[in-house]
């Protein structure tokens, strides 16, 4: 049966503010950081001179400002990709479509995004505070393939071959769930990855660059074993340390960047991720207090954003 594809976009609106975000299109920049915790998008806005609106609706909070000059937005999504995709899409809404209409705004400025989040070490060599910045993202949500998307490069096919053949060797043949776990990957915006590796080598603190993985969950799917429960995939964090392709090599999990760079690369957006790893593999859930490392990777992606927005010096 052929599909029939809507004419105009299908955003939710009530009095005129986006359903889910609960904003004005006047009220976000096109400068967009987005952090799981809401505390988080505190500590991001203590960096701007001007918070003109903060707006708090659902699980999401939304503060906007300026920043030497350029003006920025904040966003504190809530954990998972499926509330990155709802904030994403709001905030392309808020940017790119006429809400009365549902119809394209011509002109309209592409975003630039990075998530500013935290994550679980992967490698026994990368210290616990150490700011992860992603060059590319492999997820293992169900968020991702609803979109169409091309690979960015060979890179994303390989990972996705690379992490396939592991999970699948890992599975046992007689689960249920033989065969049903897939990944696949995308890059975030080589500009980007650039600006934060700048800025964290500014910042004098420790910093790598590799592949972030994305969980769908924060225990089995993330490879924490709780007494009661078997995981489908046993010792995934330990499986993924062997991945290599070429020079590149998996350095944390967390739950967000992979539908982030999937959809900013659809839409024409530049995304990156900068994440200390909190924890090292086999800490058995200590992790390290990590306020400096989430202060030091803030400045960075600050300094990322204004490089981006032309503003920095």
């Not at 920049?29 to 001179?49: C, H, I, N, Y």
């Not at 003109?52 to 030497?68: D, K």
């Not at 004098?204 to 994305?214: E, L, N």
């Amino acid at each position: 049966m052929e599909q029939t594809v809507p004419q105009q976009s299908e955003i939710i609106t009530t009095g005129g503010r986006l359903y889910h975000l609960g904003v004005r299109p006047e009220e976000v920049a096109r400068s967009v950081f987005l952090v799981g915790d809401p505390a988080r998008a505190q500590k991001v806005a203590a960096r701007f001179e001007t918070v003109e609106h903060e707006v708090r609706h659902r699980e999401y909070v939304t503060l906007t400002g300026r920043c030497r000059g350029v003006a920025m937005t904040v966003v504190g999504t809530g954990i998972g990709t499926d509330n990155v995709e709802i904030a994403l899409v709001e905030l392309h809404a808020a940017h790119a479509i006429d809400l009365a209409t549902g119809e394209a705004r011509a002109g309209a400025a592409p975003l630039d995004l990075i998530r500013v989040g935290t994550s679980g070490g992967v490698q026994p060599d990368v210290a616990a505070g150490t700011l992860c910045i992603a060059e590319y993202a492999v997820g293992f949500d169900s968020t991702g393939p609803f979109y169409e998307a091309p690979a960015a490069d060979a890179v994303v096919e390989l990972l996705e071959r690379g992490v396939q053949l592991l999970i699948d060797e890992a599975v046992s043949p007689e689960s249920r769930f033989a065969g049903f776990l897939r990944a696949y990957a995308a890059r975030a915006s080589p500009e980007v990855h650039a600006a934060l590796v700048r800025h964290a080598e500014d910042g004098g603190v420790p910093w790598a660059s590799g592949v972030t993985v994305s969980a769908p969950g924060f225990f089995g799917a993330s490879s924490r074993y709780v007494h009661g429960l078997d995981n489908t995939v046993p010792d995934i964090k330990g499986r993924l340390s062997d991945l290599r392709v070429g020079r590149r090599r998996v350095l944390n999990m967390e739950m967000e960047s992979s539908l982030l760079f999937h959809l900013a690369g659809a839409l024409g957006y530049r995304a990156g991720t900068i994440c200390p790893a909190i924890s090292q593999p086999g800490s058995h859930g200590a992790v390290v207090d990590y306020d400096a490392a989430i202060e030091a990777a803030i400045d960075a992606a600050v300094g990322a954003m204004l490089e981006l927005a032309g503003a920095a010096g």
